[in-house]
């Protein structure tokens, strides 16, 4: 059987700017769960909006960040394109 790879998590400049504004455990921790969220790439997120080209973003809420996600599945990575603590 084939070995099933898990995704990357790929980020946009606005999550990379927010992720570095975090403490150094924080930091941690938040890449820590962008890896799990990428280990399951399909999972729907609690709602999707459709981005500036029509494509489906998905957020979800992980303890107190909202998270906003889309699969790019040709090239096995999971782009990360918004941060926001809620």
């Known amino acids: 059987m084939a070995e099933r790879h898990s995704y990357e998590p790929v ?3 606005k999550a990379a700017d927010f992720l570095l504004s975090l403490s150094k455990a924080r ?3 938040l890449i820590g769960l962008l890896y799990q969220l990428a280990a399951s790439p399909a ?3 609690d709602y999707s909006e ?3 080209t029509g494509r ?3 957020f979800i809420l992980i303890r107190d960040l909202l998270v906003a ?3 790019d599945h040709p090239v ?3 782009r990360i394109v918004d941060i ?3």
């Open 43 to 45: 999972q729907i997120g």
């Open 76 to 78: 096995k990575e999971l």
């Open 84 to 86: 926001e603590e809620v």
């Open 56 to 58: 489906d973003v998905q």
């Open 27 to 29: 930091q941690k921790k």
């Open 11 to 13: 980020l946009s400049s």
């Open 69 to 71: 996600f889309w699969a």
């Open 50 to 52: 459709p981005d500036d």
